[in-house]
């Protein structure tokens, strides 16, 4: 696999810290540990890597000039992408980003949720 630290641009490395952050590994009945406790990107399957990856790159794409527009930077936008189509009670609309704030949220939520999980092979799916 390659080296994603540098494949990766800032956005979908931060959404994918993001949801590392935000997802347990169920490993007890109360939720377990959060994956970036025990598991980095390179963790992450490749089918499921690939998936990231075409998101955040169509995500970025599809809605670059209000990202633009929002004065956010890579880093944010990509967390916040990541928050606000998994409904986790923070992201773009919390921001205070006016109507720019009310348009990416109602993009990142066309995309739905995501749940990460721990595989078998100890690798992360979606």
């Known amino acids: 696999m390659p080296n994603t630290q540098t494949t990766l641009d800032t956005f979908t490395r931060a959404y994918i810290a993001c949801a590392l952050w935000s997802s347990t590994d169920n490993a007890d009945d109360s939720g377990g540990e959060p994956l970036d406790a025990n598991y980095n990107e390179s963790d992450i399957a490749p089918a499921t890597l690939a998936e990231i990856i075409s998101d955040c790159a169509a995500f970025q794409t599809d809605n670059a000039d209000d990202l ?4 956010l930077s890579d880093e944010q936008a990509g967390h916040d992408f990541w928050l606000t189509r998994n409904g986790c009670g923070a992201g773009f609309w919390d921001r205070g980003l006016g109507k720019v704030g009310k348009t990416l949220t109602d993009a990142a939520h066309v ?14 799916y979606a």
């Open 68 to 71: 633009r527009t929002s004065r």
């Open 111 to 124: 995309w739905g949720s995501v749940n990460l999980y721990v595989g078998d092979d100890d690798q992360i």
